[in-house]
């Protein structure tokens, strides 16, 4: 049962991880303020299922959209300028303070006490099926014209947009993509925890989704989701380190930035033919090794 | 009372505007934001509170100590996190990434060892108040105003009256063109970072005072960055701007609106700034050159 709520939780952060691997790693912006998405698409969904009884998968599609709607808010004055990400970045913060003050404020999101007695419709097959959905849709979203031109910005803006990319186009689907799947984990955790808070959506959340993306590899999908299960499985097994965590994805960030800035997997995905052609050339050591 | 608002609403602004500067002088200099400003504020509210109280000094020796640490900090902050990169010739998200690990790394090593209560500092310059013109100003509010003021043009002056000053501008055009004519450039973003960080002291120390020392003051300081972006990234009248306008905007808001709505006002505003002028309200229009 424990473990299954591990795993639950672990799935649900690959999603909102994900994400975020397709904003930063794939279009090369930064944000501070995940959470708030996660946030956003957790209360909607919350709402329409506790207090209106809609059904579990319109619920969870109306947080989805909510999330992406205040993407588009926010996202559109502030990725308008050329400038790069920094307008964004910062936009964030504020997005993310601004959220919580909201939530705790509302009357429907019952303040800063939050909601308990959401229904726990998400159970490992749910969360697990939603995970592989947002990674086969990430892949093939990245394969596409728009995953090309998506990377192009991230390599060079100012060439990318002489090739007639239309720059704010790419980078409002890509955050709209990443606020979408932050909304769908936010909706699918609380109905997993069945009990939701501002408080849970800070910083730290956010922390965490970024460290993953980082250390996974910027450029790469399957990096991000596999680190974003260890953060989520390591420290349940290291209980006592819960205080210097987040020390820990400090220096983590730090560190990979000064001497791995590609992260642990940067610019390469695992498959199945990368498997074999691993496994080939191990073979080919032994046989050069032998001969 | 709108005497009153506005001299309160000024001297938080001076704070703001003292903590834009250093975030902004980064900026224009490297190019990127460095979120570890505010970790290095926090730290320098925790070394003016130590000073204070452990070694019993006074309290321009507290300034002075706050004031160091935050050189101390941003120059060690440079070489370790960001010099490796910028040798690297990396890119300017790589710096930002890295600028953040170090900000979550300071707020939670001082929260694993210090914990998380708040240090009030003990009353130094006291709690007396001034009658203007039918406003109470604290004495405290006067102090940083003055401060501020003297550290801003003081900052202004030194960038364009001396060498290293001109040096630190040239940067900020170009870097490479820059180093042919002979600039060092590794000297000049040490100073630059030492400048950041002796602002960051200052900042933290009135900052402390004002509303006690704790490991999350790095809420308080992310004001400094949206007073940036509303002033214009990478410019300094632009950041004192940003800083009184928002530092304006928060105290009236409190006073008249309600104070727990606060944060969403200066949200909005910064939204709205850029919606109507895409480059904050000093901002030169950057755009990359080829």
């Known amino acids: 049962m424990y473990i299954q709520g591990v795993l639950t939780v672990a799935m649900i952060n690959i999603i909102s991880t994900t994400g975020l691997a397709v904003f930063t790693g794939f279009t090369g912006l930064f944000s501070l303020g995940h959470a708030a998405f996660m946030a956003v698409g957790a209360y909607t969904s919350a709402i329409l299922t506790y207090f209106v009884k809609a059904p579990y998968p319109v619920a969870l599609l109306t947080g989805v959209l909510a999330s992406s709607v205040l993407a588009v808010l926010v996202g559109y004055p502030t990725l308008r300028t050329r400038l790069r990400g920094d307008y964004f970045a910062i936009a964030t913060i504020g997005m993310g303070e601004a959220t919580r003050v909201i939530l705790e404020n509302l009357k429907i999101t019952q303040g800063a006490r939050g909601l308990p007695g959401i229904s726990q419709y998400t159970t490992l097959p749910v969360a697990g099926a939603a995970a592989a959905i947002v990674l086969v849709l990430a892949r093939n979203m990245l394969a596409s014209v728009y995953g090309r031109n998506a990377v192009s910005v991230r390599e060079d803006a100012v060439a990318a947009e002489m090739s007639g990319i239309h720059l704010l186009r790419t980078r409002m689907i890509s955050l709209v993509f990443s606020a979408g799947c932050a909304g769908l984990a936010g909706g699918l955790y609380a109905h997993y925890l069945a009990f939701i808070q501002p408080v849970m959506f800070t910083m730290v959340q956010s922390t965490q989704i970024t460290a993953a993306v980082v250390c996974g590899g910027t450029g790469s999908l399957t990096g991000p989701a596999l680190a974003a299960f260890v953060f989520t499985v390591a420290p349940e097994l290291l209980r006592a380190a819960q205080m210097w965590r987040l020390v820990i994805y400090g220096l983590m960030l730090v560190l990979i930035m000064v001497f791995r800035p590609q992260g642990l997997m940067g610019y390469r995905d695992l498959s199945w033919q990368g498997l074999c052609s691993l496994a080939a050339r191990l073979r080919k050591g032994v046989r050069h090794a032998k001969g | ?290």
């Open chain 2, 1 to 290: 009372m709108l005497l009153q608002t506005t001299i309160t609403g000024l001297a938080i602004g001076g704070i703001y505007a003292l903590m834009a500067v250093g975030y902004s002088l980064v900026f224009s200099v490297l190019n990127f934001s460095n979120f570890a400003h505010g970790s290095v504020i926090m730290l320098g509210a925790y070394a003016g509170y130590f000073v204070l109280t452990k070694a019993g000094a006074s309290f321009p020796v507290a300034l002075a100590g706050s004031m160091l640490a935050g050189v101390i900090l941003g120059v060690t902050n440079e070489r370790l996190a960001y010099r490796p990169l910028r040798v690297r010739n990396a890119r300017p998200l790589y710096f930002m990434i890295s600028a953040m690990g170090v900000a979550i790394f300071l707020e939670n090593l001082v929260y694993a060892t210090l914990g998380a209560h708040f240090y009030s500092y003990p009353e130094v310059l006291g709690r007396s108040i001034v009658r203007l013109g039918g406003a109470s100003i604290g004495i405290l509010d006067l102090f940083a105003l003055a401060f501020s003021s003297v550290a801003i043009t003081g900052l202004h002056f030194f960038l364009h009256n001396t060498k290293s000053g001109l040096a630190i501008r040239a940067c900020s055009f170009d870097m490479t063109v820059a180093s042919l004519f002979g600039v060092r450039i590794d000297r000049i973003v040490g100073l630059v970072f030492a400048l950041a960080g002796a602002l960051a002291g200052l900042s933290g120390i009135f900052l402390g005072m004002k509303y006690m020392a704790y490991p999350t003051m790095g809420w308080i300081t992310n004001k400094a960055y949206v007073a940036a972006v509303i002033g214009g990234l990478g410019s300094l009248p632009g950041a004192v701007i940003g800083g009184i306008v928002l530092g304006l905007l928060e105290t009236f808001v409190s006073v008249y609106i309600s104070s727990i709505i606060r944060d969403v006002f200066s949200f909005s505003a910064l939204v709205l700034v850029l919606l109507a002028m895409p480059n904050g309200l000093m901002g030169r229009y950057v755009e990359e050159k080829i």
